[in-house]
């Protein structure tokens, strides 16, 4: 079993910074993807941002230039610094992984933290 513990958020005023952190533990292997989705009230859950282990990032447009992701991979932890932050960007951040784990090391599993808050007031 793999566990997503999400640290980070809160709440910061627009034009301002904050950063949340994830960290992977549990029976894993390696984990080939790691990113960050978001989700509004009333929204689905959309992508934010994505790394590879190799470090090959995709953003969401949205967030483009304003929002880094990076990733430290012998702590298996995922970062997410947000610049600029504007008050759409309010919601709940989940972070995901794909694990290959000791009993599926060929097949990646899909899995998601609890949820951090991130609320940027007008």
């Known amino acids: 079993q793999v566990q997503l513990v999400e640290s980070g958020g809160g709440l910061v005023q627009a034009g301002g910074s904050l950063s949340i952190s994830c960290a992977a533990s549990?029976?894993?292997?390696?984990?080939?993807?790691m990113g960050w989705y978001r989700q509004a009230p009333g929204k689905h859950r959309d992508l934010v941002a994505l790394?590879?282990?190799?470090?090959?990032?995709t953003y969401a447009d949205s967030v483009k230039g304003r929002f880094t992701i990076s990733r430290d991979n012998a702590k298996n932890t995922v970062y997410l610094q947000m610049n600029s932050l504007k008050p759409e960007d309010t919601a709940v951040y989940y972070c995901?992984?794909?694990?290959?784990?000791?009993?599926?090391?060929?097949?990646?599993?899909?899995?998601w933290g609890q949820g951090t808050q991130v609320t940027v007031s007008s």
């Open positions: 995901n992984a794909h694990v290959l784990t000791m009993t599926s090391p060929l097949n990646p599993l899909n899995y």
């Open positions: 790394i590879t282990s190799g470090g090959s990032t």
């Open positions: 549990g029976s894993i292997r390696s984990i080939p993807v």
